[in-house]
Nanobody
């Protein structure tokens, strides 16, 4: 069955960096648009970034532009989110997701498979 597994979360001080990974299985990873979302405690899930089949087409939420970079390695069924200049507002559970549509989108309802999430905590 389809499975998405995130890793790489942890605790970091403000200004630090983390790289999250997402490994997909049970489907043709390279054929699907992928995305990252996050959900802070007491808040709704929000879009972070999305990437098309190759690394040439990406989309970012304003909150991550210039600080976050999404990439993918189709040969190894992996997607990454490199995060730098982290601040406490980035504290959240980060989820990777598989899009059910064939265009970059920030709408969570257009993603049909989700990982279990990985916690990122940024302290000031």
């Amino acid at each position: 069955q389809v499975q998405l597994v995130e890793s790489g979360g942890g605790s970091v001080q403000a200004g630090g960096s983390l790289r999250l990974s997402c490994t997909g299985s049970g489907y043709t990873f390279a054929s699907k648009i992928m995305g990252w979302f996050r959900q802070a405690a007491g808040k709704e899930r929000e879009f972070v970034a999305a990437i098309a089949w190759s690394n040439s087409h990406t989309n970012y939420a304003d909150s991550g532009k210039g600080r976050f970079t999404v990439s993918r390695d189709n040969a190894n069924n992996k997607m990454y989110l490199q995060m730098s200049s982290l601040n406490p507002e980035d504290t959240a559970v980060y989820y990777c997701a598989r899009a059910s549509v064939m265009f970059l989108t920030s709408r969570s309802d257009l993603y049909d498979q989700w990982g279990q999430g990985t916690q990122v905590t940024v302290s000031s």
